[in-house]
């Protein structure tokens, strides 16, 4: 994945009744990936042009073995919730497939865009207008 995640409309080919659009949401231990904070869980709803509901998918996701959840007062998640999650690394392939070709959209997007910039690096989308996702080399 490179540059930003987030595009707008214009910058997209085709119509705009083409367009799809995935709502996208992040729970997160902390405000700051590069400073230890991990993503809790994932939250995607996917839809046409008029709004329809295409695709929904979510998960939670365990931060890795001493990573503390932070303030779970903020966001409901807990330790116990998240032990059996599949880690980050688990789940990104399908992270992707759901964003891929979709107009992302988010309430905090530079927030989202820069934890998944960071931890989906060195994943990558691949295939015209497949749902081929995978790792680099």
Same mark, same amino acid.
Request: with cysteine; net charge negative.
């Given at each position: 994945?490179?540059?930003?995640?987030?595009?707008?409309?214009?910058?997209?080919?085709?119509?705009?009744?083409?367009?799809?659009?995935?709502?996208?949401?992040?729970?997160?231990?902390?405000? /700051?990936? #590069?400073?230890?904070?991990?993503? +809790?869980? %994932?939250?995607?709803?996917?839809?046409?042009?008029?709004?329809? %509901?295409?695709?929904?998918?979510?998960?939670?996701?365990?931060?890795?073995?001493? #990573?503390?959840? =932070?303030?779970?007062?903020? /966001?409901?998640?807990?330790?116990?919730?998240?032990?059996?999650?599949?880690?980050?690394?688990?789940?990104?392939?399908?992270? +992707?497939? /759901?964003?891929?070709?979709?107009?992302?959209?988010? /309430?905090?997007?530079?927030?989202?865009?820069?934890?998944?910039?960071?931890?989906?690096?060195?994943?990558?989308?691949?295939?015209? =207008? =497949?749902?081929?996702?995978?790792?680099? =080399?």
């Amino acid at each position: 994945l490179t540059g930003d995640l987030f595009v707008y409309p214009s910058a997209l080919t085709g119509g705009a009744a083409d367009t799809e659009y995935a709502f996208l949401d992040l729970e997160t231990s902390g405000l /700051h990936p #590069k400073r230890g904070a991990r993503v +809790l869980e %994932v939250g995607i709803v996917r839809t046409d042009a008029h709004g329809a %509901v295409l695709a929904e998918w979510s998960t939670l996701v365990n931060p890795g073995r001493g #990573k503390d959840v =932070g303030p779970a007062h903020i /966001h409901r998640i807990t330790d116990r919730m998240v032990a059996d999650a599949p880690r980050f690394a688990d789940i990104v392939n399908d992270l +992707l497939c /759901h964003l891929e070709g979709a107009v992302v959209v988010a /309430h905090n997007a530079t927030f989202e865009n820069t934890f998944l910039a960071l931890l989906t690096d060195p994943w990558v989308m691949t295939g015209p =207008g =497949g749902r081929a996702c995978g790792r680099r =080399g």
